[in-house]
């Protein structure tokens, strides 16, 4: 069996949401929801919360994570990386247990509207397309413009798309859902210290889904959609 290893970064300090990793979320800390879909996972073997604080490490285990170690504060600042995040886990790990997994599943804790079927879902894609990674996405509108410094509205779109008479007949683009699901071969992260890797494809997720709660004005809404989120998927599967 395949070792695949489910990395769930949590830091103390957020300048957005004050403790948002652990703030009660429609009853239960935000980071419950996250390992508790993995959990039911029918790939990953093994959860892992990575914080610096010792109070999110207890409630990751009280929700059924492990916390192999306290990660440094040096790699829990506003400006840190994930991804030096996963690297200090796996060279702890390997160096204290001679554990070394195969994959690596990571599972944002402010994404609380992903399920289970959206972690297997993306891992299964990704083996059948023989890719290296794969990363969670969902549909976005095709024109899309920056504000510059200057106030004024700057199109980062292709100038095709500009160009188009109408959306029909573009093809449909896609962006990042707030980190819902990113899978990757462990050798490959190692190599290209990302998981945005070359050989790389996406798996999409319904868009009122794709909810990464950032700032107060997100948690209001992921705590409403996700309350009515099967009234929500009925309505818009039978809509007429």
Not at 24 to 32: A, E, K, S
Not at 100 to 120: E, F, G, K, N, W
Not at 200 to 224: C, H, K, N, Q, S
Request: aromatic share 8%.
């Amino acid at each position: 069996m395949a070792k695949i290893l489910c990395f769930i970064p949590a830091r103390g300090g957020s300048k957005g949401i004050t403790n948002k990793n652990i703030r009660p979320f429609n009853g239960r800390p935000l980071l419950w929801y996250t390992v508790a879909e993995a959990k039911k996972s029918r790939y990953i073997t093994r959860i892992v919360v990575s914080t610096e604080s010792a109070k999110i490490a207890e409630v990751a285990r009280r929700s059924g994570a492990e916390i192999p170690c306290l990660r440094p504060r040096s790699l829990s600042q506003d400006a840190s990386k994930a991804t030096d995040a996963v690297l200090h886990m796996l060279t702890y790990l390997k160096k204290t247990e001679e554990y070394v997994p195969d994959y690596i599943i990571l599972l944002q804790a402010t994404s609380p509207l992903r399920t289970t079927a959206d972690i297997d879902g993306a891992f299964s894609t990704m083996q059948r397309r023989k890719a290296d990674a794969i990363v969670s996405v969902c549909r976005t509108e095709q024109l899309l413009y920056i504000i510059d410094r200057r106030g004024r509205l700057q199109p980062v779109s292709p100038r095709a798309f500009l160009n188009s008479p109408n959306r029909q007949q573009l093809p449909p683009t896609y962006k990042l859902d707030g980190s819902m699901v990113y899978a990757i071969k462990t050798k490959v992260f190692l190599r290209e210290k990302t998981f945005l890797a070359k050989n790389l494809v996406g798996y999409v997720i319904p868009r009122w889904r794709a909810v990464d709660l950032d700032e107060p004005e997100d948690f209001i809404v992921g705590e409403t959609l996700y309350r009515n989120k099967k009234t929500i998927a009925k309505r818009i599967k039978d809509f007429k």
